[in-house]
């Protein structure tokens, strides 16, 4: 959701149609999945991190640079057990 709200924040500035419409989709998202829930577990975690880096991926944009940061195991498929640090 911040990756959206972000993108959605850097065309404010010169809007289009297409803007406004990805503007009033954003409620209609977060109100359909109102219910969701984070379960953080014991177990042997680890601190995994995704990250990544792009140049001109949004209009006007310079480079961009994204993560996130999450507690695993340390296994060689690691499933999410709950975000500790998302950056875009």
């Keep these: 959701m911040l990756a959206a709200l972000a993108s959605l924040a850097s065309q404010q500035a010169n809007p289009t149609e297409n803007t406004m419409k990805k503007v009033k989709q954003f409620p209609d998202y977060a109100a359909t999945h109102q219910d969701t829930t984070i379960t953080y577990r014991s177990s042997n975690m ?3 991190v995704h990250s990544d880096a792009s140049y ?8 961009g640079a994204g993560g996130y940061v999450f507690l695993s195991e340390n296994e060689a498929y690691a499933a999410n057990n709950g975000a500790a640090l998302p950056i875009t």
């Design 56 to 63: 001109l991926f949004e209009i006007k944009a310079r480079n």
């Design 46 to 48: 680890i601190l995994a």
